[in-house]
DNA sequence: AATAGCCCCAACCGCCTACAA
DNA sequence: GTTGTAGGCGGTTGGGGCTAT
């Protein structure tokens, strides 16, 4: 953010005393950084005074959070981390400070703005609620074996998926995430099961470069009731062979269904039951939406 | 090259809860 | 019970950067 520090003060003036907002300078961090470094964390309001920052408390605690903590992470989201906040919000919500706490360096703001940005967005395409039964098995079905995918490193092209019987298995990563099988069946239906196993160190993300605070990745499963069941069968309608852009950057639409999903279809996204995943007669996927599965990165 | 529109994200606000004094 | 503080969350804003025209 340093690129966009610039000296912002509040609508009032630099020089009036009242309290600054918008963008720190390099000489606030400075300051606050210096203030903690002497004093530690806590006591923001008192900090905000005696630190000579014309700040709140809340914005001083803020900007050390979310920036200025030297364990905070930057750059894009990894698709370990982006498929572990997947899996981690199908089971907290929208506990974004729990969340952050799995991944570490992370903060909830950047996993919240994460979630608006990416995730929800899909959901604005799609005209459906990210609450839903349909959005959370798309989730499921498509997005998360994406990234599983992506994170094998066994990216297929879309003409050898949809030519051929696949099998993709994906051996788990020494440490890290679940399981994964897809079968495919060439068209006019591809069915895809998957089974997801949390491994009880699935989500030991980088523990030894991370782990600054205790409660980082350091204990048992964070869900230990059971393992994720999710196995599931999803049918596609057919999908004949496509010319697909190239897309691999993290940040490209996964999901471009923005013109391809209509309100009136939208109702029979899959999942309607709670259960599966299973569209078999309705029109709500195209050959974009199989293409941007099968052959572009997800986000 | 200029412009408009969109996207991303840091930062903010308001409200809430928890907790200690 | 009241007050003050810290922290969490949802929603929003504003500006820089990117992209399309």
Redesign the pocket.
Known sequence: ?S????T?S?SSGEDDGE??????TLEE?SLLIQYIARHG????????KRSGLR?????????W????KPDVK?G?LSPEEQLLILDLHSK?????????QYLPGR????I???W???VQ?QARHLRIDTSSVEFQNMIRCYWMPRLQQKIGGEISTSSAVLNQNHTISQPLEQNTFPHFTATISPPPQIQVQEEINMSATMYNLDVEKQNTKAEYCTGPYIFPSEPMDMSKTVQFPECPPLHCGDNNGY???SFNLQETVSADSAPNFPGNSASDCYVAETNWLDSDFLCSIWNTDV?
């Not at 700040?55 to 900007?63: D, V």
């Not at 903060?107 to 950047?110: G, I, L, Q, R």
């Open positions: 953010m690129t966009k520090t610039k912002l509040s309290l600054r907002r918008g963008p720190w961090d964390e806590g006591r923001w309001n008192l900090l905000a700040r709140t408390g809340k914005s001083c605690r803020l900007r959070l979310n920036y200025l930057r894009n907290m919500g929208n506990r974004w400070s729990k969340i952050a903060t909830d703001n950047e919240k703005n994460y608006r940005t990416r967005k940040d490209t639409e986000m």
